[in-house]
C-alpha cells in the first residue's frame, strides 16, 4: 500500500510540475524549440525552454538573448518604479541611478541562464572585435532601441496573426518564411527558427514576450533575482572632482612658475618638465 500510494504521489507530482512547465514542441530539422505555454518563473527557464533545455551556446545568437536579457531588466526597473511612483516615502530614481540599477539587473538576468560565465560576458559585449562591456549608458540606449524594434516586428506579425486565423507559432514562422524569401536564400531546406533569431535580433524577445502580437498578459511578475544597491552619487564623481582640484592647483603653480621664469621660454619649459599633468575627465 505503501509503495502504491507513493507511486501516486509521484504521478501527482509529476503532473503538477507538468501543468507549471512551459511546454513545448521540437520542429525537425530546427535547432530551437516552439512555444505553446508560457509560465516559467524565471528569465533563465524561459530562455531554455524557447531555445531547447539540452542545447548549448550559440555565438551567432549573442545579440538575441543580449536584447532579451536586456528588456527583461527594463522591465524590471519599469516595475520597480511603478512602485516607487506609488510610495510617497520612497524618492524617484535620478536618470544615472536608473542606468546603473538598470545594468546591475542586466548582469542577474543574465546569471539564471544556464550559460557558463565566459559565455555571459559575451552575451553583454558592445561588440564581439573589441570585446568591450555594454556599460549603463550603451546598455540604456540600447533598450530604448529594442522597445522600438519590438514596436515594428508586432506590427508586421500582426497581419500575418490576422490571415487565415494562423496560430502565433504559424504566424511566426511566416514571418520567418517571408524574410527567408526575401532574403534571397537559395536553399532547399525551409529556414529554421535559429535563422530567424539571427536575421532579426528582437524576434527571440517577442517569442518570449508576446502572445497575439501583445505584451503576453500571463507573464510572470517581473522581480530583480537579486537587491540592488542604488548609488546616492554618480560613479565617479568624487573621482572627477578630485582630478578637477588636482588641475586648479595645478594651473595655479604654472602660474607661479610663469612669473618666475619670466623671459627665457627653455627655462619655463625645464622648470616644469618635472611636473605633473592632469587629465580631467567629464563623465
Same mark, same amino acid.
Given at each position: 500500500?505503501? =509503495? ?5 504521489? @509521484?504521478?501527482? %507530482?509529476? *503532473?503538477?510540475?507538468?501543468?507549471? &512547465?512551459?511546454?513545448?514542441? !521540437? ?78 539587473? =542586466? ?5 539564471? @541562464?544556464?550559460? %557558463?560565465? *565566459?559565455?555571459?560576458?559575451?552575451? &553583454?559585449?558592445?561588440?564581439? !572585435? ?114 578637477a582640484a588636482a588641475a586648479v592647483d595645478f594651473s595655479k603653480r604654472m602660474q607661479t ?27
Amino acid at each position: 500500500f505503501f =509503495a502504491i500510494f507513493n507511486v501516486k504521489a @509521484t504521478r501527482e %507530482q509529476s *503532473e503538477t510540475k507538468r501543468k507549471n &512547465l512551459l511546454h513545448y514542441s !521540437t520542429t525537425i530539422g530546427t535547432a530551437t524549440s516552439r512555444i505553446t505555454k508560457l509560465t516559467m518563473a524565471t528569465f533563465g527557464e524561459r530562455l531554455s525552454s524557447v531555445l531547447g533545455t539540452n542545447a548549448g551556446y550559440d555565438p551567432s545568437l549573442r545579440r538575441s538573448i543580449q536584447n532579451a536579457v536586456l528588456f527583461e531588466a527594463k522591465r524590471i526597473i519599469d516595475h520597480m518604479e511603478a512602485q516607487r511612483a506609488a510610495d510617497d516615502s520612497l524618492e524617484h530614481l535620478r536618470a544615472f541611478q536608473r542606468k546603473h540599477v538598470f545594468w546591475e539587473l =542586466a548582469k542577474q538576468v543574465l546569471d539564471t @541562464t544556464h550559460l %557558463q560565465p *565566459e559565455e555571459r560576458a559575451q552575451v &553583454l559585449w558592445r561588440k564581439m !572585435t573589441t570585446k568591450e562591456p555594454l556599460g549603463p549608458e550603451t546598455a540604456w540606449k540600447r533598450v530604448r532601441t529594442i522597445e522600438k524594434e519590438l514596436e515594428s516586428l508586432t506590427d508586421a506579425i500582426r497581419p500575418l496573426l490576422q490571415a487565415g486565423g494562423r496560430s502565433e507559432e504559424q504566424a511566426v514562422d511566416e514571418y520567418i518564411a517571408q524574410a527567408f524569401e526575401a532574403s534571397n536564400k537559395a536553399s532547399h531546406r525551409a529556414p529554421t527558427r535559429v535563422w530567424g533569431y539571427t536575421h532579426n535580433h528582437c524576434l527571440l524577445c517577442y517569442v518570449m514576450y508576446f502572445k497575439n502580437a501583445r505584451m503576453d498578459p500571463d507573464l510572470p511578475p517581473a522581480t530583480a533575482p537579486r537587491d540592488v544597491d542604488i548609488p546616492r552619487e554618480r560613479p565617479g564623481y568624487r573621482a572627477s572632482a578630485a582630478a578637477a582640484a588636482a588641475a586648479v592647483d595645478f594651473s595655479k603653480r604654472m602660474q607661479t612658475v610663469d612669473s618666475a621664469v619670466g623671459l627665457n621660454s627653455a627655462a619655463f619649459h625645464a622648470a616644469t618638465a618635472d611636473s605633473a599633468v592632469v587629465v580631467v575627465v567629464v563623465v
